[in-house]
């Protein structure tokens, strides 16, 4: 495989920090930035010390308590410039994305675009947090409800999503007065610099104050300082089902708030009357896409056994289309996978399932052997059952097809997987694009009909139930989960009447 020099990557990853405005010197430190795209090294990055997450902690934790007091439009303002900032280094962004995470140039674009849009969203809501008044049961009162701003937020990141959940939830909570510290992917380092100095360029340039937003470098332990301090008022953590199973319990035990965001094992039902042309375009970006390495990527698909054939052919068709390879070549829409942990893990799901009487029909193997990057084919395996291998998420591009009979079943194979983000249908039966959607259909905290699991727009509320721990992020009204509720009741009369009819006389 044709990949480029490590050094050609180096001198890359410099100049978008460069461009992107941060402080980078020379490279220092014991964390280690790397590219999947030749599995070496792009610069190392120095680790945050306990010491130094505490007083990121403790400088947000004092900027809370001015910026909680500024008009909530007057902090749009930074959202606002970070927006443009953005804009001026869209390709600078994304070509780090593209150097630290492997996705392809137009994905890259597409998450720095996501950024652009929450920071429009969060402007507009900057104008729109709402509380409702409700109608007071006593006369001369008045019952309402206000929003307050929560804290320091501590938002913990993957590396598939490198910038686009920090800004989902960054945008979100400078415009609801919080400030955050951000831990991201210790597999991501330098996107996160890079971010970094774009904020502080914003805050910078509209005159907000300083401490609204701190990153710290490093790995889990990291994360479990901003877990474990009571001054963060919420974790927003982001990752596999493992991290939030530690996470989860922990911040509860302090009473905190947690948004999880983890696993997901996306099914897509396939009906007989699927339009099969739209289908498999939906189906082979949703599985392949981002060599499957998304949340939302397309893991079951679940056909009618009357069309299993002819729709397996076809994928298996385009997957052999398909340009596997350097992200930065023209053409390559399936890039690298982050590292030989993740092809290792793809390797055992793929013994497991034949193992278990499954059928490669195509894909699985690395591709070019001869360096340290894995890049491997997109695998469509033909499965007897939905067996344990196939119930897990494995975050590489594996696709397990599973036919059906009756619709009802399709549901409950639908549903019978611990995880609960993503999910559609492909049918031309309105009945069944509905049941799909309906309380007795998908259980998932996203359900489709005829496009893929992936490629969420930022104006829904993003999140998954059961195993993928139930938070909510980005559009809609998830920015409540950013502030705290207060209820209020104002009585303007001269009488004291209690609710409930209630005597105390
Ligand atoms: P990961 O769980 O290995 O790490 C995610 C982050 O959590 C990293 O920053 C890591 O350092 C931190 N972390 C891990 N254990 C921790 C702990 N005990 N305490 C505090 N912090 C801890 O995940 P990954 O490999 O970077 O990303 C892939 C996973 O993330 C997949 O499971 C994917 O589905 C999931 N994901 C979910 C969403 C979503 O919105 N639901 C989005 C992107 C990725």
Not at 310 to 321: D, G
Not at 349 to 357: T, Y
Not at 483 to 503: C, F, H, I, K, W
Request: with cysteine.
């Amino acid at each position: 495989m044709n990949l480029p020099a490590p050094e050609e990557l180096r001198r890359r990853a410099e100049e978008a920090l460069i461009r992107c405005g941060a402080d980078i010197g020379a490279p220092s430190g014991a964390l280690v930035a790397r590219s999947p795209i030749t599995g070496t090294d792009l610069r190392t990055v120095v680790t945050s010390s306990a010491d130094d997450v505490d007083a990121a902690i403790s400088a947000a934790h004092e900027a809370f308590l001015t910026w909680r007091s500024v008009p909530a439009p007057q902090r749009g303002a930074v959202v606002r410039r970070l927006g443009q900032l953005l804009t001026e280094h869209e390709r600078d962004l994304a070509e780090l994305v593209t150097l630290e995470a492997g996705k392809i140039p137009s994905e890259a674009r597409g998450e720095v675009q996501e950024m652009i849009d929450i920071c429009e969203f969060a402007v507009g809501l900057s104008r729109q947090l709402y509380g409702r008044t409700m109608a007071s049961e006593r006369p001369g009162h008045r019952l309402m409800e206000t929003w307050h701003p929560l804290g320091v937020v501590g938002v913990i990141s993957a590396f598939n999503f490198p910038v686009a959940v920090w800004s989902w939830n960054t945008a979100i909570a400078l415009v609801c007065g919080d400030t955050v510290v951000w831990k991201p992917s210790e597999k991501t380092p330098l996107t996160a610099i890079a971010c970094d100095a774009l904020l502080a360029q914003a805050a910078h340039d509209v005159g907000a104050p300083t401490g609204l937003h701190a990153l710290v470098q490093g790995s889990v332990d990291v994360g479990e300082q901003l877990v474990d301090d009571a001054r963060v008022a919420l974790v927003s953590a982001t990752g596999s089902v493992r991290m939030g199973r530690a996470v989860g319990p922990r911040v509860a035990a302090r009473f905190g708030k947690s948004l999880l965001e983890l696993g997901g094992n996306n099914g897509a039902v396939v009906a007989p009357s699927a339009d099969l042309d739209l289908a498999v375009r939906g189906i082979v970006f949703s599985a392949a896409g981002t060599a499957g390495q998304r949340c939302t990527s397309l893991r079951r698909l679940i056909v009618h056994s009357s069309i299993a054939d002819e729709l397996l052919n076809r994928i298996s068709a385009a997957y052999r289309t398909l340009t596997v390879g350097n992200p930065f070549d023209d053409g390559v829409l399936v890039g690298p996978l982050v590292d030989s942990q993740a092809f290792d893990a793809m390797q055992t799901a793929l013994d497991k399932a034949r193992a278990d009487g499954g059928t490669v029909i195509c894909g699985g193997e690395r591709r070019g052997t001869d360096n340290p990057a894995y890049y491997v084919s997109p695998a469509l395996v033909r499965m007897p059952a939905q067996t344990s291998v196939v119930r897990e998420e494995t975050f590489a591009p594996i696709l397990y097809a599973l036919t059906y009979d009756t619709f009802d079943q399709a549901i409950a194979m639908h549903n019978e997987v611990p995880q609960g983000l993503s999910s559609s249908i492909f049918t031309t039966d309105q009945r069944e694009a509905e049941r799909f959607l309906a309380a007795d259909g998908s259980d998932c905290g996203i359900a489709n009909v005829n496009i893929g699991t992936s490629g969420a727009e930022i104006g829904g509320a993003f999140g998954g139930e059961k195993d993928t721990g139930g938070g909510r992020e980005s559009g809609s009204d998830a920015w409540k989960a950013y502030m705290r509720r207060a209820t209020n009741t104002v009585n303007y009369s001269d009488q004291l009447p209690l609710a409930q009819g209630v005597e105390f006389t």
